[in-house]
Structures are given as structure tokens and as C-alpha cells.
């Protein structure tokens, strides 16, 4: 069983900025940053592979940094001019290579879960 441990939330205000890691037990091919507002569906915000290819939102585009140490097996998001709608627990998720399939922002092909981080971006 893989552990995921984020840290590095908070509160910040509007324009602000926020580093997140999580820290897994053990390599991990995929790992993402996924986040959940109250009332809305999980969505994916960025995720990387181990191979360095990655995919970053639509939403936090230009404004979010994702990055990884494989040897640390440490996945960052460095998150720049926080708005307001980016507030929301933040997860981060890991999954083994599949071949043949691409960088995913679906949650369930996710097999492991962090217990997530609060970001709370106030006017």
C-alpha cells in the first residue's frame, strides 16, 4: 500500500501563493494534484509522469507550476495569483504506468489517495 502525505496549504489572500508537496512511500509512474470544492466533482488540476510529460488545467494554466523529484518520489504544485475559486482541498494521487494510456485528470484511475490539504484564498 502506497501512503500519500501533502503538505503546504493554507490561507492566503487573493494574489497569493502556496507551494504544495506530497511525499509518497514508493515510486509511483503517474502522480497528480487533484482538488474538491464543497459541492463540486473532484477535477484534476496537474499531474506529471515520472518521464517528465505533464498536464496542467485549463483553469490554473500560467498561474500553477507542477513539478517532481522522482528520487524523492515528491510531486510540488506551486500555485501563483490565487483566486478565490481556487479554494478547495487539495489531494494528491498516484497510480503505476499504464502502457499505452495517457496522462489522466480522471480520479478513478487513480489507485492511491493522500488525506488532502486546504487552500482557502480570501478577498
Known amino acids: 500500500q502506497v501512503q500519500l502525505v501533502e503538505s503546504g496549504g493554507g490561507s492566503v489572500q487573493t494574489g497569493g501563493s502556496l507551494r504544495l508537496a506530497c511525499v509518497a512511500s514508493?515510486?509511483?509512474?503517474?502522480m497528480g494534484w487533484f482538488r474538491q470544492a464543497p459541492g463540486q466533482a473532484r477535477e484534476g488540476v496537474a499531474a506529471?509522469?515520472?518521464?517528465?510529460?505533464?498536464r496542467v488545467a485549463d483553469s490554473v494554466k500560467g498561474r500553477f507550476t507542477v513539478s517532481r523529484d522522482v528520487d524523492k518520489n515528491t510531486l510540488y504544485l506551486e500555485m501563483k495569483n490565487l483566486k478565490s475559486e481556487d479554494t478547495a482541498m487539495y489531494y494528491c494521487?498516484?497510480?503505476?504506468?499504464?502502457?499505452?494510456?495517457?496522462?489522466?485528470?480522471?480520479?478513478?484511475?487513480?489507485?492511491?489517495w493522500g488525506q488532502g490539504t486546504q487552500v482557502t484564498v480570501s478577498s
Open positions: 506529471r509522469t515520472a518521464g517528465n510529460v505533464e
Open positions: 514508493d515510486y509511483m509512474y503517474y
Open positions: 494521487a498516484a497510480a503505476s504506468a499504464r502502457p499505452g494510456t495517457s496522462l489522466s485528470f480522471v480520479p478513478s484511475d487513480y489507485r492511491y
